[in-house]
């Protein structure tokens, strides 16, 4: 996946967190998700994003796993 569609989907993700944050959980699973991809590809990984993860992490200290 292409870094800019990566950047792209994480940026539509934090407008979901301001619209719905009663979904914390499951923002955190899309954010940690995407994060891992830049991390698979070795790119450089957003600071706040990686402080948001660390942060919902500390609210959700189980690893996050797909529904469904």
Same mark, same amino acid.
């Given at each position: 996946? &292409?870094?800019? $569609? /990566?950047? &792209? $989907?994480?940026?539509?993700? /934090? ?5 719905? !944050?009663? +979904? %914390?959980? *499951? ?5 940690? $998700?995407? /994060?891992? $991809? /830049? #991390?698979?590809?070795?790119?450089? %990984? !957003?600071? +706040?994003?990686?402080? %948001?993860?660390?942060? %919902?992490? +500390? &609210?959700? !200290? *189980? !690893?996050?796993? #797909? #529904?469904?």
């Amino acid at each position: 996946m &292409a870094f800019e $569609q /990566l950047k &792209a $989907q994480i940026g539509m993700l /934090l407008g979901e967190m301001t619209n719905a !944050p009663e +979904d %914390l959980h *499951e923002l955190y699973e899309q954010i940690h $998700q995407e /994060l891992n $991809q /830049l #991390r698979a590809t070795g790119m450089a %990984l !957003p600071a +706040d994003l990686v402080e %948001l993860e660390a942060k %919902l992490r +500390d &609210a959700f !200290p *189980e !690893p996050p796993r #797909r #529904r469904g």
